[in-house]
């Protein structure tokens, strides 16, 4: 009796062993499994104000990325103020609805066919021939010199032409080589960076440029509104003349990147940055060859 009650024990406490040892099991391959994706939580969207901190950091990190940042801020600084000016003027001289109806449909008539004209025979052909580093610096010089010419005879001259210039320019080769400065940035940060410029700088300066007129209006002569928009032009050139400088070494440091196609673009890209004549096309430089080879094509 004894020895079977010994025997039941022992039977009893190994199966009491194995059970726990299969539950265990049958638990951890449970929860090895892909759970089931209405079961997870659902993810945190980044607010607004993570977004501005992350294209804040971004900027401060990459030249080229903060040179585009200000180079945006700027310009729609600029050019809030000289149409500021331009429709100021214009009511003045045509106090007649009808008539500055007509006249403003006739200047964004030469306006849009100036625009066509030069996108179409000069945008192309001068930023392949100069570079995009020396084109973005078109519309900001054009400015300066125009809102010089507002601070030293303020009417409807210097204004006219300002927004004329103004206008045509921006939208082709501002827009154009301004555009081709997001070629370094990855694909995957591309949109990114764009929606943060184009989000948040963009609407940023064109608040400060309200203040500034809001201000300007009631303590300020129009001349002496021009002239701080001379001073802001002038800082914009200054920041266009120095964007070619960041952008030749974000497309060094994609001769590094993983991607071939990043690198081959990168190689590509600083070879037309050569004297024409001697360019000779070449393979993209290999991962191994570094920075130094980058420079060596670009000398």
Known sequence: MTRFSLTT??????????GSIVHRSCSAAKSA?????????????ASEWDKFKEGTLQLRQ????????????????VFTVVDFSFNKVMKDTYPDKNVLIAFLGGFRGIAGFLCLVIQVFLTSTLISRLGVGTTIAFHPFYLTLSTLW??????????YAAKLGGHVLLYTFQDSSFQLLYSPVPLERRARIRGFIDGYIKPLSMAAAGVLLLLGTRYLQLRQIAMIGL???????????????????????????????????????????????????RAAPRRGEGLSAGRAHLL
């Open 33 to 45: 499994l892909p759970k089931d994706k209405a079961s997870l939580p659902p993810p945190r969207n």
């Open 62 to 77: 990459e030249p080229l990325l903060r040179n585009m940042a200000l180079v945006t801020f700027l310009l729609w600084t």
């Open 150 to 159: 507002m601070t030293l005879s303020f009417g409807y001259t210097s204004v």
């Open 9 to 18: 024990s022992a039977f009893s406490f190994t199966a009491l062993v194995l």
């Open 231 to 281: 001073v802001l032009a002038f800082a914009w050139l200054a920041v266009s003349l120095t964007t070619k400088k960041g952008y030749i070494r974000a497309l060094l440091q994609n001769l590094q990147a993983d991607s071939p196609a990043l690198r081959q673009a990168a190689a590509t890209a600083l070879a037309k940055l050569q004297d024409p004549s001697s360019f000779r096309p």
